[in-house]
């Protein structure tokens, strides 16, 4: 594993993660709010520890997991040509975590605002950049639209994750309305993603068939 830019900047911001939650411990509530529910209310609570030390344990768990498991890929050679991509989309996939974690911190502090509203613009970056990665993926075991049917033919693999990508780009620039939407943001947000996800698994099944046709004749 080569130890570059993108895996240091990762390093930087789970050790960040830790001192933060050390540096305000003494400040948290016995009982921090952890979780939201679709109208920025709070709905889940956890102790102090867990509040301030869950997302950076979960954070350096799947650091090591996202990190090390391209490395034994069967298909390992496919996923070299994505490897600095994925390494960029691992540093914004871990700055979304880091800027969940900062609001909850903020909001245990005394802070108050709508946060679906201020999770929306992350989330739509998020699932813009989870759309332009896969449509740059080769066939492999680890990332993309894996059924069965990509899985099996490097054709159908590349056709689906072209429609695929852009169909998750589309959806996270989707989700961005819920900034003037925050009504309707959670919709905004899930409706598309589901719609890409289902729309990319058929395409997939009907390219394969397409192609089996086209081998028989």
């Given at each position: 594993m080569k130890f570059n830019k993108s895996l240091i900047i990762i390093s930087v911001i789970i050790i960040a993660s830790f001192i933060i939650g050390i540096y305000y411990y003494p400040q948290m509530p016995d009982r921090m709010a952890s979780h939201w529910d679709a109208q920025g209310n709070v709905n889940g609570y956890m102790s102090r520890f867990w509040g301030l030390f869950f997302m950076p344990f979960l954070s350096l768990g799947l650091s090591f997991l996202l990190v090390l498991l391209p490395n034994i890929d069967l298909l390992k050679k496919n996923f070299e040509t994505l490897r600095k991509s994925y390494h960029r989309f691992l540093v914004i996939f871990f700055l979304f975590l880091f800027y969940v974690y900062l609001l909850t911190i903020l909001w245990n502090l005394g802070a108050r605002f709508d946060i679906t509203q201020l999770m929306t613009p992350a989330m739509?970056?998020?699932?813009?950049?989870?759309?332009?990665?896969?449509?740059?993926?080769?066939?492999?075991?680890?990332?993309?639209?894996?059924?069965?049917?990509?899985?099996?033919?490097?054709?159908?693999?590349?056709?689906?994750?072209?429609?695929?990508?852009?169909?998750?780009?589309?959806?996270?620039v989707i989700a961005l309305l819920g900034i003037f939407f925050p009504k309707y943001a959670i919709t905004l947000i899930m409706v598309p993603i589901l719609g890409a996800a289902i729309v990319s698994v058929i395409y997939s099944f009907v390219a394969y068939r397409k192609e089996q046709n086209a081998v028989r004749g």
């Open positions: 739509g970056l998020l699932i813009y950049c989870s759309g332009a990665l896969i449509e740059k993926a080769k066939r492999n075991w680890f990332i993309g639209i894996r059924t069965i049917w990509t899985l099996n033919s490097d054709s159908v693999w590349e056709k689906t994750h072209r429609i695929g990508g852009k169909l998750f780009k589309a959806a996270g």
